[in-house]
Structure formats: structure tokens, C-alpha cells
């Protein structure tokens, strides 16, 4: 027969037992999940991305990867909405894009982050022929204009519409890849396109095509794109991919003429075209995230629900706080 002093023991024991296990219920998962060893990375380059071209040509990342055993594997990106495609399908673990197609892109579920800006461009403009009677954008009513859905180019043209006093509405947009859409725009099957460099700049060069919209303030920022689950499983290979961005947006801020002959190989356009490109619409001098970019993608983000690209009611300034990481890449940056 158990006394009073037994069953109490008892108790407590069994209290302290429970204690343990429910302890253990919520430590184990934190613990329990290990990533494997990264054999692979997978990252893209693309024409509007020049500090991933010089990486690509030196083959910094591979030099440093190597030790470890880890083999980089190079996507080409020929827009915007192929880089997050790829992100969101698992093909590549860092891909590069607009900002606000980021957010967009986000807000329809694809689950990454931004923790480094490749640049500050000013990559895209509404463009015409050269014998083109079109003046501004109020001409394009009833027009029809090529974009790539999903990119920088197409979100500056839906932005540019109602200061004009124009809708959706009153255009055809034609989807069309960017190098599609300056063919069509040569060709004169549409009207005008939404250009995106180093595309426009060599449709400017070469076929005298006319920029009749302009607005820095409407092309929003090079985002260097990493898909969360990768980011929290290798951060310290993403630290040290950004280390490799950084040098290579330092070589390309020491050596820009070196740096355009890269650009000009990779896009296989004149080396004209790739100083513009460089020179007079990239920005290099600021590569970390910061409020800057929180307050002009929240500025820019109204578009997205005017437009109904994204869900009804989405809060869409709280997708641009959950995709822009201002802490991940400064101690990287500042010890550079």
C-alpha cells in the first residue's frame, strides 16, 4: 500500500517526466534538422546583371567552392520573370531581378528573400521607331506595345498608363520576351515597347529607336534574389557569394572599360551599346538593402493591386518588409 509520501513522489516524478518530454517536443525539431552538405551551387547570370557576368568570366566562385568540393552551376536569365521562375521551381538557389517583380513575385507565393542589391538602374523606358508618329504616352491609346509580364519593363509601363490618363485598358500589351519585343517594335508589328537594356540601348544605336517615357524613379532596384530555405540551410555560402558580387561590382567600378568588352561579349552587342548600358543608366555605389529600397518598393506596390496581379487584400507593404533583408549582407559588405 503506496503512503501519501510514495504517491507524491510518484507525482512529481511523472510531473517532471511530462515536463522533459514536452521539452524535448519543442527542442527536437530546432535541432533535429541538419542541411546536407552543399554539393552544388546554382545561381544565374543575365545581361542586366553585369557584375554577374564578370563573376561568370573569372570564375571567382569557383575558385573559392572548390576547395570544398562544391561545383557552381551558371542559368542564364533572360528576364526578370525566368530568374524567379527558376527561384521558384527549385532550379537555381540565387537568381537576379527588378525589385518590384520581386515583390510581386513574392506576393504570389515564391519564397525568397533579398539580402544584396546588384545595382541601381536605369534599365527601362517606353520605347518607339525612329520614324514612329508617336510623341508621348498618351499617343499609345488604341496602340498595341510589347512587354515581358512579370518584369521591370511591363511594371513601368502599367505605372507610366494613368499619369497620361490612361488604363489598362486602352492598349494591347503583346507578351512578348524582351529580345522578341525589340524585334517586334524594329519589325513594326507593335506600336512601342517596354525596353529593357542592354536590348534598348542597342535598338537606340542601331535602329535609331526613340525613348518618349523616361522615369529613374520608375525602375526599381537589382535584386539579388536567394530562396529562404537556402538561406537558412547555407548562409554561409550565400555570405560568400555576395562577397563575390562585391568584388566583382568593385572591379567593374575600377575597370569599366575592361568591364563593358565583358558585357558587350556576353550580350553580343557593340561596345557602344554596353558603355551606355554602363556608364550612364548603372548605379554600383550602393549594395546593401536598406530603407531606401523598403520605401520606394512600398511607394511602387499600390500597382499591384490596381493591376490585380496579386490576391485581393494582399498587404502588400508587409511582402516588401518580408523580402528585403537590410542585417543579412552588412558585415559582408563592410568588412570588403
Not at 62 to 87: H, I, M, P, Q, T
Not at 104 to 122: Q, V
Not at 273 to 290: F, H, I, Y
Request: hydrophobic share 45%.
Amino acid at each position: 500500500m503506496f503512503s501519501i509520501d510514495c504517491l507524491k513522489d510518484l507525482t512529481m516524478k511523472r510531473r517532471t517526466l511530462l515536463s522533459a518530454g514536452a521539452a524535448a517536443a519543442v527542442t527536437v525539431p530546432f535541432f533535429a534538422r541538419a542541411a546536407d552538405p552543399l554539393k552544388e551551387l546554382r545561381l544565374d547570370y543575365a545581361t542586366y546583371s553585369p557584375s554577374s557576368l564578370v563573376l561568370r568570366r573569372f570564375g571567382w566562385l569557383e575558385d573559392d567552392f572548390k576547395k570544398d568540393g562544391v561545383g557552381v552551376k551558371w542559368v542564364f536569365s533572360a528576364g526578370s520573370n525566368r530568374a524567379l521562375e527558376y527561384l521558384n521551381s527549385n532550379s537555381v538557389d540565387i537568381g537576379s531581378s527588378a525589385g518590384l517583380a520581386a515583390v510581386l513575385s513574392k506576393a504570389n507565393g515564391n519564397p525568397i528573400r533579398t539580402p544584396y542589391i546588384f545595382s541601381r538602374p536605369e534599365w527601362t523606358a517606353l520605347v518607339v521607331r525612329k520614324d514612329s508618329p508617336i510623341k508621348s504616352v498618351a499617343d499609345l491609346k488604341g496602340k498595341k506595345v510589347a512587354a515581358t509580364k512579370g518584369t521591370d519593363p511591363f511594371l513601368f509601363l502599367l505605372r507610366a498608363l494613368p499619369l497620361f490618363g490612361l488604363k489598362r485598358g486602352d492598349i494591347e500589351i503583346v507578351a512578348l520576351q524582351h529580345a522578341d519585343g525589340r524585334a517586334a517594335l524594329e519589325q513594326g508589328r507593335v506600336d512601342a515597347w517596354a525596353g529593357l537594356d542592354p536590348l534598348m540601348a542597342a535598338s537606340e544605336l542601331d535602329a535609331g529607336s526613340r525613348l518618349i517615357y523616361r522615369n529613374v524613379g520608375f525602375n526599381t532596384y537589382g535584386f539579388l534574389n536567394v530562396r529562404q530555405d537556402f538561406l537558412q540551410d547555407q548562409p554561409a555560402a550565400v555570405r560568400r557569394v555576395i562577397a563575390g558580387y562585391e568584388r566583382a561590382r568593385k572591379w567593374i567600378l575600377a575597370n569599366p572599360e575592361e568591364a563593358a568588352k565583358i558585357l558587350a561579349d556576353e550580350a553580343k552587342i557593340k561596345i557602344e551599346v554596353a558603355k551606355v548600358q554602363l556608364s550612364q543608366r548603372t548605379d554600383l555605389s550602393n549594395p546593401l538593402p536598406s530603407k531606401e529600397h523598403v520605401d520606394a518598393l512600398q511607394a511602387a506596390a499600390p500597382v499591384l493591386l490596381a493591376e490585380e496581379l496579386v490576391r485581393p487584400n494582399t498587404d502588400v507593404a508587409k511582402v516588401v518588409l518580408d523580402l528585403v533583408d537590410t542585417q543579412f549582407a552588412r558585415s559582408v559588405v563592410n568588412a570588403g
